[in-house]
């Protein structure tokens, strides 16, 4: 993401979607778009998350300029307007009370996209384009991958190792209370405070877009609740699952063990932070289930 200065002196944002500039380490299965939880990469899923919560009336940064063709670039590139403010996180830790009336609108983006439903659960772009994604289920999709996580976790932390049988069980069990679901909602996937910006009229922007997907809107209210913490309460929502919320709590914690240690393989430069990440949710995990 690059921020561009224009010869009037305005601002724009530029999205270039180079692989060589990817931190993550490639793995397999990277570019199956039928993997809700594969890596949200690319112009086509940028456009159409882009094309969905715009017509949920959910605030994005507006598009200026796409090159489909490459003609510009040798990568995906977007051109989208510069917010210029700051990010809800910044504005929560700075003015908590400032912050009130953008968690609230925030909560009222959520809903829309909880009430516009689908029959099939996945990426945005292969759902509205009438395809299906792998496995038979939300909660399936979320098992599977949280028992990968697991195992990563397990080959590069003797700590989670020692009790991987142990949080394997949990794991199955709470799977396998989790009862069938039929129809899904629109979630952003990784709704934390830093991909929300606010704008000049004090409106909730969402960004980094592309891993937006039908699925459980549970997924996106565990999520929240880990990076908001006390601040969660505006945005609960009645009627969640309490057995979807139970399995995706583990898998999301699993998860933000697995990725920051695997994201620590490579070259990524803010390695404290990114370790301090993981050693905070595999206590959490150890101490928690």
């Not at 997924?219 to 929502?237: K, M, N, S, T």
């Not at 933000?256 to 206590?283: K, S, Y």
Request: glycine share 8%.
């Amino acid at each position: 993401m690059y921020r561009l200065f224009m010869d009037d002196d305005s601002m724009a944002i530029a999205y270039v979607w180079e692989a060589d500039e990817n931190y993550w380490p490639a793995a397999e299965g990277d570019d199956d778009l039928t993997d809700p939880f594969s890596p949200g990469l690319g112009l086509g899923l940028f456009e159409a998350a882009h094309a969905r919560l715009e017509g949920l009336g959910v605030r994005v940064p507006a598009v200026r300029f796409v090159d489909r063709d490459r003609v510009h670039s040798p990568a995906d590139l977007a051109i989208v307007e510069d917010l210029g403010g700051e990010s809800l996180e910044a504005l929560l830790a700075r003015d908590p009370r400032a912050a009130a009336p953008v968690m609230a609108r925030l909560g009222e983006a959520l809903e829309e996209m909880g009430r516009h439903r689908a029959a099939a659960y996945g990426k945005v772009a292969v759902v509205d384009g009438g395809g299906t994604s792998r496995g038979s289920s939300c909660e399936a999709v979320v098992l599977e991958r949280a028992r990968r996580d697991l195992a990563e976790a397990a080959s590069r932390d003797p700590r989670i190792a020692e009790a991987a049988g142990r949080l394997d069980e949990r794991l199955l069990s709470l799977a396998a209370a989790v009862r069938p679901r039929a129809e899904y909602a629109v979630v952003h996937g990784e709704l934390g405070p830093d991909h929300v910006l606010v704008d000049a009229a004090g409106q909730p922007v969402l960004i980094d877009i592309e891993g937006a997907m039908y699925f459980d809107v549970e997924w996106e209210h565990v999520f929240l609740r880990i990076r908001l913490h006390d601040a969660y309460g505006p945005l609960a929502a009645p009627g969640l699952d309490e057995d979807r919320l139970a399995l995706y709590a583990l898998a999301q914690r699993l998860s933000l063990t697995a990725g920051p240690l695997r994201l620590l393989d490579g070259d990524f430069p803010a390695r404290e932070a990114m370790a301090a990440i993981a050693e905070h949710n595999l206590v959490r995990t150890l101490t928690e289930w």
